[in-house]
């Protein structure tokens, strides 16, 4: 069992830059692939999550959506329990309820939010225009 506390949401200008946080508990974090998911405002909660950005176990592995690629970079700190989304040049599109995702049966990395068990309660992104 793990459980995900995201922060770092926020209210942001057009162009800013915001890093979200996901900390985890449970001392096996290290072996779970991470994932980072978006909802945009007028989803149905946990329906048509959107991925944006996902990070093996080890760091080793990476992948984002074309939408955030070269934008957004994802990472973490196993010694610390959390993974990272460093978000830069953003736009008003980027506006959603951010989610972390976890697993421990992914090899590596996934961009399906079906393959992720445990999940954070999210943190607001607003970019205004």
């Known amino acids: 069992q793990v459980q995900l506390v995201e922060s770092g949401g926020g209210l942001v200008q057009a162009g800013g830059s915001l890093r979200l946080s996901c900390a985890a508990s449970g001392r096996t974090f290290s072996r779970y692939a991470m994932g980072w998911f978006r909802q945009a405002p007028g989803k149905e909660p946990g329906k048509e999550r959107e991925f944006v950005a996902a990070i093996s176990w080890s760091g080793g592995s990476t992948d984002y959506a074309d939408s955030v690629k070269g934008r957004f970079t994802i990472s973490r700190d196993n010694a610390k329990n959390t993974v990272y989304l460093q978000m830069s040049s953003l736009k008003p599109e980027d506006t959603a309820v951010y989610y972390c995702?976890?697993?421990?049966?992914?090899?590596?990395?996934?961009?399906?939010?079906?393959?992720?068990?445990?999940w954070g309660q999210g943190t607001q992104v607003t970019v205004s225009s």
């Open positions: 995702a976890a697993d421990r049966d992914i090899p590596y990395i996934s961009v399906r939010p079906d393959d992720y068990e445990f």
